[in-house]
């Protein structure tokens, strides 16, 4: 196995700039969309690699879905932009700041808090709900900051911090239904499966919501920063460097964990402590089959199908077609092997020489 530390970009089908720290990033068939923290938002073509339109707004940039346009929150707004031309069809004002954004048929759902200062807190928080011109339907307050939003059965599931902790579930009707965790530990992130989702909470545990059925699951004792599902396996991973696979293994690397993917062959783990790390796990056992280097912090690793977008805090965007990924490696580790073989000759050579 070759740990030889190599530049991750080394492996991209391209790489592109997005000039500020990236902040959201997503993907589908055709297209790669990034938006930053200072606002710009910019669509390239995956065939090509080629920028199609860049746009800037007050940023940052919160969270942004594709559907048959770009919806995405940006400070204390949400835009609708074409997905053609890049121009901005409508944009309505939100209390306070701007969080996550599910989009469901017609209807587009949107969350946002407010902050108190003098207490270092959030006080309160609204989901919107608008149709797809961009018009109000409902507007519900809750206390709690939301940090995971997905529609599941009909209802939207909402992550929350404290005081109250645990998930609310908001009905057609805007009946408002409060489930506490185990713990009752706040929620700093989630993810949704095929049947469910996850909820990653701070004090290392995870609320696993599988087909109505609830699961407690103590992974760690550290918070946890990274979660990934495929609709047979989740991976989540600490502040501590720890990843916990539902294989049945757990690991330690180096570090904060940042960002976990899960692709046909390896599992994708970024860590960061002195310097970035990328970490292809085997996802039999864990173990560490390739590491790789990177100057910046990675912020987000999106995947679709074989398609694998990874930005990074200065807003490098590297794109990468998992398909051709091995190939790329051994290709590229034949040629490390080939100059180390060169410059050993010419060591003896010159060794003769003297």
């Known amino acids: 196995m070759n740990m030889q530390m190599r530049p991750i970009e080394d492996l991209a089908s391209f790489?592109?700039?997005?000039?500020?720290?990236?902040?959201?990033?997503?993907?589908?068939q055709n297209y790669l969309v990034a938006g930053s923290k200072l606002g710009r938002i910019k669509l390239w073509e995956i065939n090509t690699g080629q920028v199609k339109w860049s746009l800037d707004v007050d940023g940052p940039i919160s969270d942004l879905e594709i559907a048959e346009r770009i919806y995405l929150t940006a400070s204390a707004d949400l835009h609708a932009i074409d997905i053609e031309s890049g121009s901005l069809e409508w944009s309505r004002n939100i209390e306070g700041s701007s969080d996550l954004?599910?989009?469901?048929?017609?209807?587009?759902?949107?969350?946002?808090?407010?902050y108190e200062i003098e207490i270092q807190d959030y006080?309160?928080?609204?989901?919107?709900?608008?149709?797809?011109?961009?018009?109000?339907?409902?507007?519900?307050?809750?206390?709690?900051?939301?940090?995971?939003?997905?529609?599941?059965?009909?209802?939207?599931?909402?992550?929350?911090?404290?005081?109250?902790?645990?998930?609310l579930t908001i009905d057609n009707e805007n009946?408002?239904?409060?489930?506490?965790?185990?713990?009752?530990?706040?929620?700093n992130m989630g993810i949704k499966t095929?049947?469910?989702?996850?909820?990653g909470h701070s004090d290392?545990?995870?609320?696993?919501?599988?087909?109505?059925?609830?699961?407690y699951i103590q992974c760690g004792n550290d918070s946890i920063t990274a979660m990934f599902s495929t609709n047979i396996s989740w991976q989540v991973g600490d502040s501590n460097g720890w990843i916990f696979s539902s294989y049945g293994w757990k690991v330690e690397l180096d570090g904060k964990v940042s960002s976990i993917v899960e692709t046909e062959d390896y599992i994708w783990v970024s860590t960061i402590s002195e310097n970035t790390t990328i970490h292809l796990l085997d996802k039999e056992n864990?173990?560490?089959?390739?590491?790789?280097?990177?100057?910046?912090?990675?912020?987000i690793m999106k995947l679709?199908?074989?398609?694998?977008?990874?930005?990074?805090?200065?807003?490098?965007?590297?794109?990468?077609?998992?398909?051709?990924?091995?190939?790329?490696?051994?290709s590229k580790s034949d040629s490390d092997q080939n100059i180390d073989r060169r410059n050993l000759l010419k060591k003896r050579l010159r060794a003769l020489r003297e």
């Not at 009946?175 to 929620?187: A, C, F, M």
């Not at 864990?286 to 912020?299: L, M």
């Open 15 to 28: 790489v592109r700039d997005l000039d500020s720290e990236c902040t959201t990033l997503n993907i589908n």
């Open 286 to 299: 864990g173990s560490v089959k390739y590491k790789f280097s990177h100057n910046n912090e990675i912020q």
């Open 123 to 167: 006080t309160e928080s609204t989901l919107f709900k608008f149709n797809k011109k961009g018009e109000l339907i409902e507007s519900i307050n809750f206390e709690e900051k939301p940090w995971f939003m997905k529609k599941h059965n009909e209802k939207i599931v909402l992550g929350i911090g404290r005081p109250r902790c645990g998930f």
């Open 175 to 187: 009946k408002i239904l409060h489930t506490q965790t185990k713990g009752n530990s706040p929620v």
């Open 194 to 199: 095929s049947n469910g989702f996850i909820l």
């Open 204 to 215: 290392g545990t995870i609320t696993k919501m599988n087909s109505g059925e609830y699961e």
């Open 304 to 330: 679709l199908h074989y398609n694998l977008a990874i930005s990074d805090e200065e807003g490098k965007i590297m794109f990468f077609d998992t398909r051709t990924l091995n190939k790329r490696i051994k």
């Open 101 to 114: 954004i599910e989009i469901d048929e017609d209807i587009i759902f949107v969350t946002s808090s407010l």
